[in-house]
Every structure is written in structure tokens, then in C-alpha cells.
């Protein structure tokens, strides 16, 4: 299973940028790179996923080395509540293809200040 | 749409009982994945059905069980409950599991004392 390694912590001035990093240097040509987020032990939100090219929606930018070993979430202009913690997770299928399970690390804790 | 629901949200057990939760994916989610969160461990993989069947396994002892109906509700039990056994239990759905997004309800958490 491809591991991914993230930054245990990270902060950010509210209305600026936060870009979290990840690496995932052994993942394979078939598995996405998935971001989640998780606000005081409520459940899991998900974020934006890729497989090789930058994606964008309405809550963030992933941002995918070429060589697809590492990743950046980037949260454009954050806010107090974006204060969570991040994962950032390989997603791995079973070899046969049928059915998966989500990985997750111990994930970055973001801290937006004022 | 609806967005996934668990119940109960909290739940308070003595050790050697047993529990059960429940889970109700999002409209026209057939997989259903469930995790367990703790402050040691952090977020890990329980099990995932589709279909009324099993599908995926994680790495938890047989006391962790679960079944899934054919409305893709689904549950997941614990027996002989361990003080250990204290968690926020998560369940997520998607589509098919098989490269789609999960959405995960709030979780319902577990004091066991």
C-alpha cells in the first residue's frame, strides 16, 4: 500500500494561502490522491482528489508533481474554519479491482489564525 | 440529498456487553465502509460492504462484525466489548467503492467503562 507522509503541523494568517504538502513516492500509475479533512472529530470531509493533472473546485487546488511522488492542497484565502485536520490518502483498490479502503495517516493539523 | 446518517451519536457501554451501530449511506450509495477512530491509532479501516456482502477487510479482531441489508443500510456490531474499544466509529458510503469518492456520516461515538 502506497504510504503517504504529510507535516504533523502547520499554520496559516487567516486570508492568506495554506498549502500543505504531501509526498506519496511510492504510489502507483493507478492510485488517485485523495484530501480529506476532519473538524473536531466530526466526520471526515472530503476535499479534492487527482490522479496526474491539477484539479481545482470550489474548496481548494491540488496541485500534482509530474513524477506524482508528492502533492500540495492549496486552500486559496483560508478562514477560521478551515482550522482541521488534513489527510492527505493514496487510494487503494484490491488487486481485483473490487472494492477499497481509504488509508489515512495522522493527517496535518492546520491552524488559521487571525 | 441527504448526506450520511448514524445512529446513536453517543453511546455509553460497560466492558463484556456488546453494541451496535448503524448506518444509512446516501441515496443510491450501495458501498458502505466503516472505520474507527481512536487518539492512538487515528483513523482505521474496519470493513466495507456492497451488496449485501463483505467485500473488504481490515485488520480488527472477530468481535468487530457487520452486515449490510438490501436497502444498503448497514451495520456494524461489537461484542464482548474491551475498555479499548472506546472510539468514534465512522461509517462511509459511494456509489460502488470501486474508484469513487466515500462520504463519511458524523460517527457515533463509543465510551466503553
Known amino acids: 500500500d502506497a504510504k503517504t507522509t504529510q507535516p504533523t503541523s502547520m499554520d496559516c494568517a487567516e486570508g492568506r494561502a495554506a498549502n500543505l504538502p504531501c509526498n506519496h513516492s511510492?504510489?502507483?500509475?493507478?492510485?488517485?490522491v485523495y484530501w480529506y479533512r476532519q473538524i473536531h472529530s466530526q466526520g471526515p470531509q472530503y476535499i479534492i482528489h487527482?490522479?496526474?493533472n491539477n484539479e481545482t473546485n470550489e474548496m481548494a487546488s491540488l496541485i500534482i508533481t509530474e513524477d506524482r511522488k508528492s502533492s500540495t492542497l492549496i486552500l486559496p484565502h483560508a478562514t477560521l474554519r478551515d482550522t482541521a485536520v488534513y489527510y492527505c490518502?493514496?487510494?487503494?483498490?484490491?488487486?481485483?479491482?473490487?472494492?477499497?479502503?481509504?488509508?489515512f495517516g495522522q493527517g496535518t493539523e492546520l491552524s488559521v489564525k487571525p | 440529498k441527504a448526506g450520511v446518517t448514524q445512529t446513536p451519536r453517543y453511546l455509553i457501554k460497560t466492558r463484556g456487553q456488546q453494541v451496535t451501530l448503524s448506518c444509512s449511506p446516501i441515496?443510491?450509495?450501495?458501498?458502505v465502509s466503516w472505520y474507527q477512530q481512536t487518539p492512538g491509532q487515528g483513523l482505521q479501516f474496519l470493513f466495507e460492504?456492497?451488496?449485501?456482502?463483505?467485500?473488504n477487510k481490515g485488520n480488527f479482531p472477530g468481535r468487530f462484525s457487520g452486515r449490510q441489508f438490501s436497502n444498503s443500510r448497514s451495520e456494524m456490531n461489537v461484542s464482548t466489548l474491551e475498555l479499548g474499544d472506546s472510539a468514534l466509529y465512522l461509517c462511509?458510503?459511494?456509489?460502488?467503492?470501486?474508484?469513487?469518492?466515500?462520504?463519511f456520516g458524523p460517527g457515533t461515538r463509543l465510551t466503553v467503562l
Open positions: 487527482g490522479l496526474k
Open positions: 511510492t504510489i502507483s500509475g493507478n492510485e488517485y
Open positions: 462511509a458510503s459511494s456509489p460502488t467503492g470501486v474508484g469513487d469518492t466515500q462520504y
Open positions: 441515496s443510491g450509495h450501495r458501498s
Open positions: 490518502i493514496v487510494r487503494v483498490l484490491r488487486l481485483n479491482n473490487q472494492g477499497g479502503k481509504l488509508i
Open positions: 460492504y456492497f451488496s449485501e456482502t463483505q467485500r
